[in-house]
């Protein structure tokens, strides 16, 4: 089946998808997929997007779990969040995943995700008045199985497991808040939660990018890629993900976390992944992250 038509209008077809698939290893792990698919060019209707779900599914396997992001951001914006009917704001592939009856729905009133090949009760894994604290899906997901993150057609800047680590370990251009949201499962009833936001101070003059710690990442082969259809598919450990992270934030996180809005937009917004793939990086540093990794597979 032909899934995308790509710049030059050749057909990229799910064989294509699935080949590149098999070469990141996702069977019998626990996958959360990120994605920007119309970076690999033209999208061939929602028969299209079906077929990626089914061949995601098949890449992760029955001993696999599957997790798309399907947030709304319903608390942020004082609306009912109702967990069979709000519609996923990130994307179509959350969105039409949702609906379909081998899928579950977290019921955060914010950060909800579709899971495949978990528990029916997924959704008790998630503590509903804490985005990214303990016991929030996020620390669910960092604790799982084999945690990895794929990359559609985007890059690091669409994860939204940073800001987990933003909270656990302490970064300084973020706090806490608290917000109130109603969730509607049989009935609606009103919460309480607690979000990591960003210090509008802190942000002056720069916005969070990962355009450097990209590189740092791919130098260290950590971060792996590869081409399809227009564009590339990214992917990464996610325990090996937060280690790197956690020492450019204690390290030099204005170099690797901050940019300039220039910079953002180059990397995330037109996604232009490569923006820094000559640069050199500190071997104390990598060091460090290599240590820190030799310590967590010991």
């Known amino acids: 089946m032909i899934l995308f038509k790509n710049i030059k209008n050749t057909n990229v077809t799910e064989q294509d998808f699935s080949n590149v698939l098999e070469k990141f290893n996702l069977k019998g792990r626990t996958v959360m997929v990120y994605s920007r698919l119309l ?44 967990i069979r009917e709000s519609k996923c704001k990130v994307g179509i592939l959350g969105e039409l995943a949702r ?19 978990a528990s029916n009760k997924i ?19 960092n604790k799982s199985r084999n945690p990895y993150i794929l990359m559609l057609g985007t890059n690091l800047n669409a994860l939204t497991n940073f800001h987990y680590y933003e909270q656990k ?25 607690e979000s990591c ?18 590189e740092l990442l791919t130098e260290m082969k950590i971060l792996e890629c590869f081409e399809y259809g227009d564009d ?16 450019c934030l204690k390290d030099d996180p204005e170099n690797f976390l901050f940019s300039s809005k220039e910079v953002y937009e180059e990397y995330y917004q037109m996604n232009k992944s490569r923006v820094f ?22």
Do not use: W
């Open 39 to 82: 970076a690999f060019g033209r999208l061939q209707g929602k028969k299209a997007v079906y077929r990626i779900i089914d061949i995601l599914q098949d890449s992760v396997g029955k001993n696999g779990c599957l997790i798309i992001p399907c947030h709304t951001f319903s608390g942020y914006n004082n609306e009912v969040f109702d």
């Open 277 to 298: 793939h000559d640069a050199m990086h500190s071997e104390v540093l990598k060091d460090k992250i290599i240590s820190n990794l030799r310590v967590f597979y010991e």
């Open 99 to 117: 609906m379909l009856p081998q899928f579950t729905r977290t019921s955060h009133p914010i950060y909800s995700h579709v899971v495949y090949g």
């Open 197 to 214: 936001v960003r210090d509008y101070e802190i942000y002056e003059g720069k916005v969070e990018c990962f355009a450097k710690f990209d």
């Open 123 to 141: 959704e008790n894994f998630q503590d509903e008045t804490t985005c990214f604290g303990h016991n929030s899906f996020y620390d669910y997901f």
């Open 232 to 247: 590339y598919i990214l992917g990464v450990k996610e325990n090996e993900l937060e280690i790197a992270y956690y020492n």
């Open 169 to 193: 370990y302490s970064a300084k251009s973020r706090f806490l808040k608290k917000f109130k949201a109603k969730i509607k499962k049989d009935h609606i009833i009103e919460t309480e939660f």
